[in-house]
């Protein structure tokens, strides 16, 4: 599976971005994305899973603010994310589950500031 990630880039606190993930070239059903995070000097956190007909789960210090999303016809993955904060800085990566794997995907970064 590869999967390409987009719309990362610098927004003021409290602003808006919208990060896109497209997969192709899977032989198996993706079965779960996700959007992960890592910010310097951490470990890489999960923000945010979307399940196939399942209920998104969001880490606590996102929710409210930002939601997953996927477009089975176009095999894509959203975050949007709404009241940004400085601390949302990072680089997010797009992950997708099948039966035999995890895949990830290069990354984009997110930079909070004013």
């Known amino acids: 599976v590869q999967l390409q990630a987009s719309g990362g880039g610098w927004v003021q606190p409290g602003g808006s971005l919208r990060l896109s993930c497209t997969a192709s070239g899977s032989r198996f059903s993706i079965n779960v994305m996700g959007w992960y995070r890592q910010a310097p000097g951490s470990q890489r956190e999960l923000v945010a899973l979307?399940?196939?007909?399942?209920?998104?789960d969001y880490v606590d210090s996102v929710k409210g603010r930002f939601t997953i999303s996927r477009d089975y016809a176009k095999n894509t993955m959203y975050l949007q994310m709404n009241s940004l904060k400085p601390e949302d800085t990072a680089v997010y990566y797009c992950?997708?589950?099948?039966?035999?794997?995890?895949?990830w995907g290069q990354g984009t970064l997110v930079t909070v500031s004013s």
């Open positions: 992950s997708a589950g099948t039966r035999v794997g995890i895949y």
């Open positions: 979307i399940g196939n007909g399942g209920r998104p």
